[in-house]
């Protein structure tokens, strides 16, 4: 089936540093990738998101990159914050199937 | 708008016994897909709803069921419960699944424990 790698599994960084977050994906029809956060008890939401015809998005600290060929995207978070911290999911997603793919996630801690 | 509901949040069953998880969806969407979340496995995906149909389905055995009604509403089925099938359970709406406007908004997830 397909598969989503998403790296590293865990990220510790400190506050005002910069972190990246990697996803390979195997699917080559996934055109919608989205990028969500989990907060401990709380429920996957949405940050930001990227479509496979858009090649980088950015949300004030928060940006995404694509590249199609490599079938490769990142989540860039730039001026961490302890808020920040939470488990950080991405996923693959072919809207024309209606399939969808997760990584497995990564958690990130921001310490003060 | 309501985001999407879950219930109930907690669950405490033993094995062998079934369990149904309930869903109601952002008012407007119409697609509904279930996930089970476990500390190892992350985030996998069970089954995908859409105008009452399933649509898409994971790699899940038949013990896991689901169905959708009229309203858009979801349920979802556990026969036969194992110890491995304690989780979070999510469900996540969107608008149409498949199309272009496919955001999935996540529910609060139901807790099942299996003794």
């Known amino acids: 089936g397909e598969n989503v790698e998403q790296h590293p599994s865990t990220l510790s960084v400190q506050e005002g540093d910069s972190a990246v977050i990697k996803c390979t994906y195997s699917?080559?029809?996934?055109?919608?990738f989205p990028w969500y956060k989990q907060e401990l008890g709380k429920r996957p939401q949405l940050i930001i998101d990227?479509?496979?015809?858009?090649g980088e998005k950015k949300d004030q600290r928060i940006a995404v990159t694509l590249n199609k060929t490599a079938k490769h995207f990142s989540l860039h978070i730039t001026e961490t914050q302890p808020e920040d911290s939470a488990v950080y999911f991405c996923?693959?997603?072919?809207?024309?199937?209606?399939?969808?793919?997760f990584g497995d996630g990564t958690t990130l801690t921001v310490k003060p | 708008k309501a985001g999407v509901t879950q219930t109930p949040r907690y669950l405490i069953k033993t094995r062998g016994q079934q369990v149904t998880l309930s869903c109601s969806p952002i008012?407007?969407?119409?697609?509904v897909s279930w996930y089970q979340q476990t500390p190892g496995q992350g985030l996998q995906f069970l089954f995908e709803?859409?105008?009452?149909?399933?649509?898409n389905k994971g790699n899940f055995p038949g013990r896991f069921s689901g169905r959708q009604f009229s309203n858009s509403r979801s349920e979802m089925n556990v026969s036969t419960l194992e110890l491995g099938d304690s989780a979070l359970y999510l469900c996540?709406?969107?608008?149409?699944?498949?199309?272009?406007?496919?955001?999935?908004?996540f529910g609060p997830g139901t807790r099942l424990t299996v003794l």
């Open positions: 709803y859409f105008s009452e149909t399933q649509r």
């Open positions: 008012s407007g969407h119409r697609s």
């Open positions: 996540a709406s969107s608008l149409e699944g498949g199309r272009a406007k496919d955001t999935q908004y």
């Open positions: 990227i479509r496979s015809n858009v």
């Open positions: 996923a693959a997603i072919n809207t024309n199937a209606g399939k969808s793919t």
């Open positions: 699917d080559s029809a996934s055109n919608y």
